[in-house]
T-cell receptor
């Protein structure tokens, strides 16, 4: 009964490769997010989707492309991976409507680019 | 400009003592929300507590309480009767604005690493 799940948990790949991270939530939320946590533990939002529509797109290289096939899924595809892409990527979801609008996070995907 | 500041990179506390983790924020928006998350060594981000800018009372959730001082723009997390399992990174985060857009980003502080000693 996992609320927000991500696959894979670990991803090790070579520079220049293309990879995808998948995220699914079973909370019935309308909004999903991708955050990046760097090696210094700093968390920063990358994207947000509400009902499959892109709402937030921070200054992220266009090598990163989110895709939301339905409101329960938000995948992240990364082209031409670079060393600096190594980080932990978190998916999150929230109702997008309620006053508190708490974001619930997935377990994270640790991406290592060699 | 840094919007969320956590000035304590690390804290060391004896088990069963109370601990206060500091968080100050900067916003000109009258409507905002403040959150605390815990990140244990296993890596997941666990929601702890929420305080809305219009809430009259300080939020409490079990052993967690939020000392919200609006005029000072501070939202400190207080953990009572600390336990060994409280050892983790703690992040303060702010959500600005109303929910009209359907998605609001969280801006996070740098985090505080809390270590509970037996």
């Amino acid at each position: 009964d996992t609320a927000v799940s991500q696959t894979p948990k670990y991803l090790v790949t070579q520079m220049g490769n293309d990879k995808s991270i998948k995220c699914e939530q079973n909370l019935g939320h309308d909004t999903m997010y991708w955050y990046k946590q760097d090696s210094k533990k700093f968390l920063k939002i990358m994207f947000s989707y509400n009902n499959k529509e892109l709402i937030i797109n921070e200054t992220v290289p266009n090598r990163f492309s989110p895709k939301s096939p339905d409101k329960a899924h938000l995948n992240l595809h990364i082209n031409s991976l670079e060393l600096g892409d190594s980080a932990v990527y978190f998916c999150a979801s929230s109702q997008g409507r309620a006053h508190t609008d708490t974001q619930y996070f997935g377990p994270g995907t640790r991406l290592t680019v060699l | 400009a840094q919007k969320i500041t956590q000035t304590q990179p690390g804290m060391f506390v004896q088990e069963k003592e109370a601990v206060t983790l500091d968080c100050t924020y900067d916003t000109s928006d009258p409507s905002y929300g403040l959150f605390w998350y815990k990140q244990p060594s296993s890596g997941e981000m666990i929601f702890l507590i929420y305080q809305g800018s219009y809430d009259q009372q300080n939020a409490t959730e079990g052993r967690y309480s939020l000392n919200f001082q609006k005029a000072r723009k501070s939202a400190n997390l207080v953990i009572s009767a600390s336990q060994l399992g409280d050892s983790a990174m703690y992040f303060c985060a702010m959500r600005e604005g109303n929910l009209g857009q359907g998605a609001q980003k969280l801006v996070f502080g740098q985090g505080t690493r809390l270590t509970i000693n037996p």
